[in-house]
């Protein structure tokens, strides 16, 4: 089966500081990958890259038969927002809009049409349990309603792809258990796949696959 993601001979240093030194790996649709390793190993440098935010130094990254690399700034910017979606330890919420118009803006950067981006908005609140919360402004709602919300506005643009950076770093216990359930409910409801860098170990052995970075490789 032709991988939906493949990462090939991935390296890329800060200055004369190697991080990543020939990254390998292949993700299939639907699956839920988890990365771990120690502080400073590389994760967050790596997930940027597969998620196109950053450049490697050397190697390819092709993404639903697209070699990212290739695509120029403008190109790459229209590809990462159609089709990947990102969920960081802070929400990043907009502090001025409400949740649904937070959900709603990856759509409307994408020039989609605004009815059907609410709808689908509006869908997703009601799936992630936000529907009777759709109006509040992100300082109104609880640690986890923020985090759901930003699950919820990673996925408005149906991504191929979502990478999750420490997503329940944030979070207590419970709320973070909650938010792991619901990244495999988004799979097996709607087959969404998800790379989830975490130091959480219980959702880093849930996954379907657990990759480690150490000294600069996948081990
Ligand atoms: N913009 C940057 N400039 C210089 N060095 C950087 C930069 N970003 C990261 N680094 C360094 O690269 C290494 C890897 O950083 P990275 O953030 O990828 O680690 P990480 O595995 O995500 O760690 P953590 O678990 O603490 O989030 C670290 O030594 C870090 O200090
Ligand atoms: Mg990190």
Redesign the pocket.
Known sequence: MTPLLQASDITRS??D?P?LKGINLQIQSGEIVSIV????????????ILGTLDRPDAGQVTLGGENVFNLNEKDLARFRNDRIGFVFQFHNLLAEFSALENVCLPGFIGGKNEQEVRARAEELLNILGLGDRKNHLPSQLSGGEQQRTAVARALVNSPAIVFA??PSGNLDSHNAEELHKLFFRLRDELNQTFVI?T?NDLLAHMADRQLT?RDGQIV
């Open positions: 800060y200055g500081l991080v390793g120690a502080s400073g190993a590389g994760k967050s440098t790596l997930l940027h950076d420490e860098v130091h970075i």
